[in-house]
């Protein structure tokens, strides 16, 4: 791969990126600078650490950075909760999004793990 726009992972993290984006343009104003500024934030950290970890060449530096966009996708799970819980959403909208998350996390495990052999197999 020439770049991390080709890594399948970045890929998924972005299109679930522009759907939370299109999303919290729905809350309430008040909620601006709360919710909505945290909920974009993590989404953009997700392909960000991505991207980032990719830059680095050495597999370990690109394993954290995975580490943490899996951190960022849970993050995500959460502000949708907190959205649900106040009524932004409707508990279908949250599990479609839960969904979304939940294979953006299988998917990024799967290429941690592949990190992790190529680190192993490769001096």
């Given at each position: 791969?020439?770049?991390?726009?080709?890594?399948?992972?970045?890929?998924?993290?972005?299109?679930?990126?522009?759907?939370?984006?299109?999303?919290?343009?729905?809350?309430?104003?008040?909620?601006?600078?709360?919710?909505?500024?945290?909920?974009?934030?993590?989404?953009?950290?997700?392909?960000?650490?991505?991207?980032?970890?990719?830059?680095?060449?050495?597999?370990?530096?690109?394993?954290?950075?995975?580490?943490?966009?899996?951190?960022?996708?849970?993050e995500?799970?959460?502000?949708?909760?907190?959205?649900?819980?106040?009524?932004?959403?409707?508990?279908?909208?949250?599990?479609?999004?839960?969904?979304?998350?939940?294979?953006?996390?299988?998917?990024?495990?799967?290429?941690?793990?592949?990190?992790?052999?190529?680190?192993?197999?490769?001096p």
């Open positions: 791969m020439r770049t991390f726009k080709e890594l399948e992972v970045w890929k998924q993290s972005r299109e679930l990126r522009k759907e939370i984006a299109h999303l919290v343009k729905n809350f309430p104003s008040e909620e601006k600078f709360r919710l909505v500024d945290q909920t974009i934030r993590a989404s953009r950290s997700v392909t960000a650490n991505i991207a980032e970890g990719y830059g680095r060449f050495h597999y370990q530096e690109n394993v954290q950075f995975c580490r943490i966009s899996r951190g960022s996708l849970t995500l799970q959460d502000h949708l909760s907190v959205a649900l819980d106040e009524g932004y959403i409707d508990e279908g909208l949250e599990k479609q999004f839960d969904i979304k998350i939940e294979e953006c996390i299988r998917i990024l495990n799967g290429y941690i793990n592949y990190l992790l052999k190529s680190k192993q197999t490769k």
